[in-house]
């Protein structure tokens, strides 16, 4: 099953594309860099459903900070769900994106049967951003650490030649530190997409910045499963999960050793083993 639309919500237009067969599974971020991410062989037991949020939606130029409350996030998945007929769904989050998932699993209990994230820690506080940092200066990879210098050098004058693809350029030149792979190039992983930077801005910077995971907690119902990166150095180390891990009712964390910033496309065949053993088993 294939399948492409798109819903309005406040005047934006979430795209969605609907690929595969068994049980539904949300994907929320960006419709087009998720479905190059996630492996072909995972529509064969799972619905997947890719899905934009407001910050890959047109109009690119809202600068309208209430347009992007968490809340209204979490109702926009909520909308492709209804759109798109589901009675439950696996939610599933990628980095920021799993704060998203997570907030949903909460808010819409009834509707999510699973909740995944990956590459995602409790917030990204300043106290966070300085664990990554630690994380990455006390790593022996030298190679890494050079091509990340060279990257940062050209950071500055990257973004201000294309300020709007900030965010992309971003994710790009910090490819040292979310790769295994520290040399890959994800240019084509990015092709044919657009950003709101205020969206991101305000939501990365200030939103995720202060989240408290832990509030409402009690409300989620969905076991959670966390899938890391050992060499993930764009967030910060696994260890911070552990003062907050107990407080989830039911949560599997898995490391994969062989990836970085991204385990559902570095390690493919392990990341779908692991993911849907522990779907058949929780």
Known sequence: MSLRGHVYASGFKLQ????????????????????RTFSPNLRNSLNM??????????????????????????????????????????I?????????????????????????????TPNLSREGHMAAERYLNDSVCPERKAVLAKNLEKLPQAIAAAPEKAFITYCLLMGPKSWFNYNYDATKLWE?????????????????????????????????????????????????????????????????????????FEEPELFEQELLEWLRNS
Not at 16 to 35: D, F, N, Q
Not at 85 to 90: D, H, L, M, S
Not at 92 to 120: N, Q, T, W
């Open 16 to 35: 969605y594309l609907v690929e595969g067969t068994g049980i539904p599974a949300i994907v929320v971020g960006s419709s087009l860099y998720y479905s």
């Open 49 to 90: 459903v890719f899905v934009d949020h407001r910050g890959f939606s047109p109009p690119y130029d809202c600068q309208d900070n209430s347009q992007f409350q968490l809340d209204l996030l979490v109702d926009d998945i909520e909308l492709i769900r209804k759109e798109l007929g589901f009675n439950r769904v696996i």
């Open 92 to 120: 599933i989050g990628h980095s920021g994106h799993a704060f998203m998932a997570l907030e949903y699993a909460k808010k819409y209990p009834d509707r999510v049967s699973h909740l995944v994230m990956m590459c995602a």
């Open 192 to 264: 044919g997409i657009q950003v709101n930077m205020a969206m991101f801005d305000y939501v990365w910077g200030e939103v995720f910045r202060d989240i408290d995971i832990t509030n409402n907690l009690d409300r989620l119902q969905a076991p959670a499963f966390l899938a890391l990166g050992r060499y993930d150095y764009l967030i910060p180390p696994p260890y911070m999960w552990e003062s907050v891990r107990d407080k989830f009712r039911n949560l599997t964390i898995r490391v994969f050793e062989n990836s970085s910033h991204a385990p559902h």
